[in-house]
Nanobody, 120 residues
Framework: QVQLVESGGGLVQAGGSLRLSCAAS????????MGWYRQAPGKQRELVGT???????NVADSVKGRFTISRDNAKNTVYLKMNSLKPEDTAVYLC??????????????WGQGTQVTVSS
């Protein structure tokens, strides 16, 4: 099995910064894509950004220029640095990862989520 553990959420004032981390552990042979999604109350889950093992990124227009996604492949960890935070960034941020376990079994897993609250 593969597990994701997120950390780094919290309460911040508008204009502030936070960095989220998500570490994958378990029977991992290789990780393809790691990324972040968010879900605000009453809204659908939406993409924030993803990053493949080869370095290809896909970042939502709403956060481009403010959020940066990065990855430490040796640690199976993905980061989300969030700058210039706005109240509308308030949401539960969820980490996602997919890839192969030992034995060639595909995995696609989610973390438990971490709350980010931006006050105005």
């Amino acid at each position: 099995q593969v597990q994701l553990v997120e950390s780094g959420g919290g309460l911040v004032q508008a204009g502030g910064s936070l960095r989220l981390s998500c570490a994958a552990s378990g029977s991992i042979f290789s990780i393809n894509t790691m990324g972040w999604y968010r879900q605000a109350p009453g809204k659908q889950r939406e993409l924030v950004g993803t990053l493949t093992g080869s370095g290809r990124t896909n970042v939502a227009d709403s956060v481009k220029g403010r959020f940066t996604i990065s990855r430490d492949n040796a640690k199976n960890t993905v980061y989300l640095k969030m700058n210039s935070l706005k109240p509308e960034d308030t949401a539960v941020y969820l980490c996602n990862a997919n890839g192969l376990q030992y034995g060639a079994k595909w995995f696609d897993v989610w973390g438990q989520g971490t709350q980010v609250t931006v006050s105005s």
